[in-house]
């Protein structure tokens, strides 16, 4: 016993002291973990420095709190936050999993001169809560250490040479998805950075042969099969020291090649802005919600009918499906000018409901049960207040005197949130849009459009038509205008595009005979001073690129082709300049979406 107190007492004088092994770092092997986590939810990913100190190559994070970027105030940090690293196999990979809320360094994916890095891409998984996975690709296999240095992580990577082999892999292209927590964990795929150090694909760990690779892919595919049919595991071989090459035409990578539309007379891919799914609307911090479809398997729903899921691309970059029942046919999705609110209208097999979900209470409103009316043709939120206005009622079966305008005031209290606009007026079958304080929707029958004011409720023709967009400014409305030819036998229908100044009633004629039974679409761009319009009967569609996209300059009071395109499924973007382009693809006995943008330079 007196031999041992003098060594317990030296133990417990050096406890806290940094060891040799703390001051020059830990090794990591397997997973190794530390950090503070009691540094709260402000923390931010600062930058990454990489510089090269002899033959090793020494990667520095830094932290602190707040971000300019976000608009947050920004503050020093005495620690580093919680975090994870570990190394993957061939291809050579370093996991670093952060516990962050903000993360401004910039990766640019560029290749490092003299060290072990290709490169840096990061990962945000939908589920992620305040965390953050960076992947530093490396180029040969290292031996590394970790060290924390005040507000500093730092990662020392030292060569450790070795001949490569050949081995067998299993690729699948699906690196959106497994952001989305779509790929099952048990898959064994992480993601990597691929030969052009561009694009970023999941790849198995090496396997020994041709019959263990196929097996793999196999039980991958079944899997997926519910979550992302559209994708399929492929099995290929690759050096163990190598980057693998990217495989556009494996499946569905390949609509992000794909020449949606005819520019200039060139075949031209455009930038992909939701791979796989159906843009909806923009929110005002940024965030894009968006459809996607799928067919639930028979244990989920019986009806066996493609059903739509809605997510949200966050402005970072991460994706996140809405906790929401399945809905039919999202026609129409806006968000309340509080950001609150989402009103989605979903057009089922028999009817057409509104739903609005709450944010903030997670909660999800049926207007239709609520008072509003069991079918709903079109709705539009207040430019400043929690109100929904909307053309609604018992149907259109019962006639246009079965719908009419209504509001629903969040503001009130439940029960009494519903109120007719101008008395019992009747409405029509119509869409309806919400510019400067007015409401404007078409009576088709009648070939008449109109405005109501939401203040005074007076209701006013303002133009002909069947169709019509008015521009954001509340200046012009361009009306979609038949006009019938009689001939010896029958009658012809063509459509004229009339556009009138909603100021001083001037009216101009935008084109003439676009095609019998043709419904073009159109829109005004963000900026007010262009028109979109999209028709089949111009001259140089093709068969391929079948449809003609229009654009009427006011200001300069001309007419162009923007483009042609595959699908007449456009939109107006939130930019100026912008347009979105929606295109439905079926493959591989799949179908789905694919929203393009198309910016005017």
């Not at 031999?3 to 770092?25: F, H, R, Y």
């Not at 370093?94 to 840096?120: C, F, H, P, R």
């Not at 992302?228 to 492929?234: I, L, R």
């Not at 095609?515 to 028109?531: K, N, Q, R, T, V």
């Amino acid at each position: 016993m007196i031999l041992i107190v003098p060594l317990l007492l030296i133990a417990c004088a050096q406890e806290g002291l940094p060891s040799a092994t703390d001051a020059e770092g830990k090794q990591v092997k397997g997973t190794v973990a530390g950090g503070d986590a009691s540094l709260g939810d402000a923390v931010n990913l600062k930058d990454i420095n990489v510089e090269q100190q002899g033959e090793n190559t020494v990667i520095t994070m830094y932290f602190l709190n707040g971000s300019r970027v976000a608009g947050v105030d920004e503050s020093k940090i005495s620690a580093v936050p919680e975090y994870s690293i570990q190394m993957l196999s061939a291809p050579y990979r370093m996991q670093v999993d952060i516990s962050v809320n903000y993360w401004d360094y910039a990766g640019n994916n560029e290749t490092y001169n003299n060290s072990v890095l290709y490169g840096v891409f990061s990962t945000i998984h939908s589920d992620s809560q305040g965390k953050i996975s960076v992947f530093f690709q490396l180029n040969e296999d290292v031996e590394a250490t970790v060290k924390e240095d005040g507000d500093k992580l730092v990662l020392n990577l030292t060569p450790q040479p070795q001949a490569g082999r050949e081995a067998y892999f299993v690729g699948l292209n699906a690196y959106e998805a497994y952001e989305q927590n779509l790929i099952p964990e048990d898959t064994g795929l992480t993601p990597t950075m691929c030969d052009g150090l561009s694009d970023i694909m999941l790849i198995s760990a090496p396997l020994k042969d041709e019959a263990s690779a196929k097996k793999l892919a196999e039980e991958i595919d079944l899997k997926i099969a519910n979550t992302v049919p559209a994708k399929k595991a492929y099995s290929f071989t690759m050096n163990t020291d190598a980057l693998p090459p990217y495989n556009k035409d494996a499946d569905t990578e390949s609509v992000k090649e794909e020449p949606v539309v005819l520019k200039d007379g060139t075949p031209t891919a455009l930038p992909v802005l939701v791979e796989n799914g159906r843009y909806l609307c923009t929110t005002s911090q940024g965030n894009i919600i968006y459809a996607r479809s799928y067919v639930p398997n028979s244990g989920e729903d019986m009806e066996q009918v493609l059903k739509e899921k809605l997510w949200v691309i966050e402005t970072n970059g991460k994706k996140t499906q809405l906790e929401l029942p399945d809905f039919y046919s999202v026609e129409k999705a806006a968000v309340s000018a509080d950001g609150r609110y989402i009103g989605i209208l979903d057009s089922g097999i028999e009817n057409k409901v509104l739903y609005v979900y709450d944010m903030q209470e997670n909660i999800l409103h049926n207007l239709g049960e609520e008072g509003l009316g069991t079918i709903t043709t079109s709705f539009a939120w207040d430019a400043e207040r929690p109100v929904v206005y909307a053309m609604s009622g018992l149907g259109t079966a019962q006639g246009a005197n079965a719908l009419q305008l209504v509001k629903y005031d969040f503001s009130k209290e439940a029960g009494s949130r519903v109120d007719a606009i101008g008395g019992d007026t009747p409405g029509a079958d119509s869409k309806i849009t919400l510019v400067g304080g007015k409401i404007y929707f078409v009576d088709k029958e009648a070939q008449e459009i109109y405005s109501v004011d939401t203040a005074t409720e007076e209701r006013e023709v303002v133009a002909q038509g069947i169709d019509f967009a008015v521009s954001p400014d509340g200046n012009n409305i361009a009306a979609v205008v038949p006009v019938v030819e009689a001939g010896e036998d029958s009658e012809s229908v063509t459509f004229n595009i009339v556009m009138t100044n909603l100021s001083t009633r001037e009216q101009t004629e935008v084109i003439q005979g676009i095609g019998e039974g043709e419904s073009p679409s159109l829109g005004f761009d963000a900026g007010s001073d262009i028109l979109y319009f999209t028709t089949y009967s111009y001259e140089g569609v093709t068969p391929e690129y079948q449809v003609a996209i229009l654009k009427y300059t006011i200001s300069a009071a001309e007419l162009s082709v923007l483009e042609y395109s595959k699908t007449e499924r456009i939109m107006p973007g939130l930019n100026a300049g912008e347009i979105y382009i929606i295109n439905y693809y079926s493959q591989n006995e799949d179908s789905f979406y694919v929203t393009y943008v198309q910016t005017e330079k």
